[in-house]
């Protein structure tokens, strides 16, 4: 499912993805581990095997037809294991190589990494994740994939040098008994994605309170000084001889305003802000805020 928020040229486009296809599908387990599978219900915790005998349960079978389209289908199926069909995938490739799609945002269940967490247990990692990794960098732009399952809070990114506009960032839901990310997207005028904001809300269990955490703030351009204008440079030139005469690299906006009034630079100030910080010359505090509470950290060179 593909929907764009909001609707227009200029708005955010979010695809769901169903990644659970061949979960608890326990008809093709050998008996031992069905058995004590069916006894837990759906939970992500590890299962201990322990030392079963295993004599006379065969592996499933390989694809009875390599070329046949739905031979992936077939043999993930029998691996109770879950995975992306090879028809989602395809819609999603061709949705991802339209040109009006500077950068997506997908959601799905399962986690395209693996767990830090070995968990033995058929469908604790997506089987193919490695294979739809490979195909989303390869669409050269960046692509944010938002997932639960593990609940274990990793925040990771993938790139491949062959496709150096691709990212592929990874973010992990907690549990929605220990809280929630909020994410904040800032794109450019022209649609192009430069970074996000995670801003943790993490549950406290003495009392039920909502506490704030810490920031993370997440570039996604592949090379911040590309997207700089001359104008962009010769305020952060500026920037620093301030920073400099004061003894001082923290500036505030109305500081920050006044020189870029008086250098008569022809940019806007916060976009190019934003800008900087992506390329990391400098380190905006109170992003979630307006702009007149920003406090910049000018970056030493």
């Known amino acids: 499912m593909h929907f764009r928020l909001p609707t227009g040229s200029a708005g955010a486009n979010f695809i769901l993805v169903n990644t659970a296809i061949g ?3 326990l008809q093709n387990l050998p008996a031992f581990l069905r058995d004590r599978l069916e006894a ?12 079963p005998d295993t004599s006379g349960h065969s592996p499933a ?15 993930y199926g029998q691996m109770d294991t879950p995975y992306i069909s090879r028809e989602m995938l395809a819609g999603l490739q061709e949705l991802l190589q339209q040109p009006d799609m500077r950068y997506g945002i997908m959601i799905g ?13 058929p469908y604790a990692e997506m089987l193919n994740s490695g294979f739809v990794r490979t195909q989303l960098l390869q669409g050269n732009k960046p692509i ?30 907690p549990e929605i008994q220990s809280g929630f990310n909020e994410l904040v997207f800032f794109t450019t005028d022209q649609g192009e994605l430069v970074g996000i904001r995670l801003i943790p809300y993490r549950t406290n269990v003495a009392d039920g309170t909502v506490m704030e955490g810490e920031h993370c703030f997440i570039s996604t351009m592949s090379n911040g000084k590309a997207f700089l204008n001359n104008d962009t440079f010769d305020l952060m030139r500026r920037l620093r001889d301030h920073a400099t005469r004061r003894g001082n690299g923290l500036l505030f906006w109305d500081e920050i305003t006044e ?5 008569e630079l022809g940019l806007d100030l916060e976009d190019s802000l934003l800008m900087l910080q992506a390329a990391r010359f400098v380190e905006i505090d109170g992003l979630t805020k307006a702009n007149s509470a920003w406090r910049i950290k000018v970056r030493d060179e």
């Open 144 to 173: 944010v994939y938002l997932h639960g399952h593990i609940h274990a809070d990793p925040v990771e990114i993938v790139n491949d040098p062959r496709f150096p506009d691709g990212k592929l960032i990874c973010i992990s839901a």
């Open 61 to 75: 079978t390989p694809p009875s037809d390599p070329d046949k389209e739905a031979s992936d289908d077939e043999y």
């Open 23 to 25: 979960s608890w599908e």
């Open 259 to 263: 020189i870029a009034a008086s250098a």
């Open 109 to 121: 269940h399962h986690n395209l990494l693996p767990q830090k967490t070995p968990r033995i247990t």
């Open 40 to 51: 837990l219900g759906p939970s992500t915790e590890p299962v201990d095997l322990g030392s």
